[in-house]
């Protein structure tokens, strides 16, 4: 037996934590530059608040009775990090899914429902952030129960075990196609094109046929359905083979030195990323364009990859790059609204091919130099140290004028209590 524990409206209860005064109030979390809605209280959605919606576009007598913030990622990090160890304490083995979803191993559990309405509880009680949580035999099935769990449907509260309902074909038969987990849009309206509109249909459906037609992922889906695992735990995520970097400008940037400070920093966060996962990039991408909204102005948009010679770590060579490209695309007068960084067909670090015409004690003082900036970052705080490039120009920073500042990472953040 599988379980999956989702934590409810992630975000918006990160912020309400350390605010017990927007308990039943409605709470939305907005994107980077406060652009759209990216998450939602159960208050806000019964307001009809939409998923992805533009704030500025939501009614201004909506907008009146939101609380609104701006994305903290640090402190959501933080507080998913916080809550994957409290579960990892109650089986052998689990799967960080996402920022706010994981599965466990509930295999020997006599009484699964109890386990996990136990573990719910110690999630609230220790990190503050309720969870629903889902049992099936397999990933699907837990997906979907989770997803009963969360509207309300479960006898026992915010856990719900799909082997105790007594009627699971009706919630199957209620679950339209693209709702299940792994199907888009797009693969939705290809399912319906056969007559397959539900995921009872899809259980009921032919595997084989189905997998001639849409390939194993289809076919996996329907023996998951039907209760038979295809889709194993994954206790070691597998190496990503890309990472990508990238912001919408708060402001536009129409001087040079402001696009030259952005792609710095997303090279810098770019080899961070890539020298905590043991990575190295043989070739970086740098990609701008201008805003695709503003009809005064024709639209820009180009790339441009640029291989190194040997595939590096080093965030001084990715700065390099990023900035020889970026100098490529750019033409004068453009105002540009988004920059990033790609560094695609990852490998790991140890086994990049050398190269004979460069000397071998490069790459050891590039490793020594590299382990030296992260250690100083690491112990008193990102970006005490950066390269000179990123500090010209600040028009590129994203908006966060409704951020919390609220951390549980720095003693600055702590919030204050008043005793009176």
């Known amino acids: ?65 939101l609380q609104v913030f701006s994305s903290n990622y640090a402190l959501y990090g933080d507080l998913s990090r916080r809550v994957m160890q409290v579960l990892s304490g109650f089986a052998p083995r689990i799967e960080v899914y ?25 999630v609230r009680q220790w990190t503050g952030i309720p969870v629903s949580i889902g049992i099936a035999p397999t990933k699907t099935l837990a997906k979907l129960a989770n997803r009963l769990a969360k509207q309300g449907r479960s006898p026992d509260g915010p856990v ?18 693209e709702d299940l987990w792994g199907i888009s849009k797009r693969w939705g309206q290809r399912l319906r094109a056969l007559g397959i509109a539900d995921a009872l249909a899809l259980r009921e459906a032919g ?16 023996w998951e359905l039907r209760g038979q695992s295809c889709l194993a735990l994954e206790e070691m995520a597998p190496p990503r083979r890309q990472i990508r970097v990238s912001r919408s400008f708060g402001a536009a940037v129409t001087q040079w030195g402001g696009l030259r400070a952005a792609v710095t920093r997303f090279a810098t966060r770019a080899g961070e990323k890539l020298r905590a996962q043991s990575l190295a990039a043989p070739a970086l991408t740098v990609f701008i364009q201008t805003d695709p909204f503003d009809t005064s102005r024709p639209f820009y948009s180009n790339a441009i990859t640029l291989p190194f010679v040997q595939p590096t770590q080093d965030s001084s060579a990715l700065i390099h790059h990023a900035i020889q490209g ?11 609204r988004k920059a990033g960084v790609l560094l695609p067909d990852l490998a790991p ?28 970052n690491t112990r008193f ?3 005490t140290l950066r390269f000179g490039s990123e500090l010209v120009g600040i028009h590129w920073h994203r908006k966060a004028r409704m951020i919390s500042k609220v951390s549980t990472t720095c003693w600055t953040g702590l919030p204050w209590v008043w005793a009176t």
């Open 381 to 383: 705080g990102r970006d």
């Open 160 to 177: 719900l075990d799909w082997s105790r309902l007594t009627e699971p074909e009706s919630h199957l038969a209620a679950t339209p196609v």
């Open 98 to 122: 996402s920022i706010d979803e994981c599965f466990l191993d509930l295999g020997g559990s006599p009484d699964p429902t109890a386990e996990c309405l136990g573990i719910a509880r110690t």
């Open 326 to 336: 970026a100098k490529r695309l750019w033409r004068h007068g453009n105002a540009y």
């Open 1 to 65: 037996m599988l379980a999956l524990v989702d934590c409810n409206n992630f975000y918006a209860s990160c912020e309400r934590l350390f605010r017990p005064d927007l308990e039943g109030r409605p709470i939305v979390v907005l994107s980077n530059n406060d652009g759209c809605v990216i998450a939602r209280s159960n208050e806000a959605k019964a307001l009809g608040v939409a998923m992805g919606a533009p704030f500025f576009k939501l009614e201004p007598r909506l907008r009146e009775q």
């Open 207 to 222: 595997p084989k046929g189905l997998r001639q037609q849409l390939g194993v992922v289809v076919e996996r889906l329907v």
């Open 349 to 376: 670090a140890r086994l990049g091919q050398g190269d004979f015409f460069v000397d071998p004690g490069g790459a050891e003082q590039s490793a020594q130099r590299m382990a030296t900036l992260d250690a100083i």
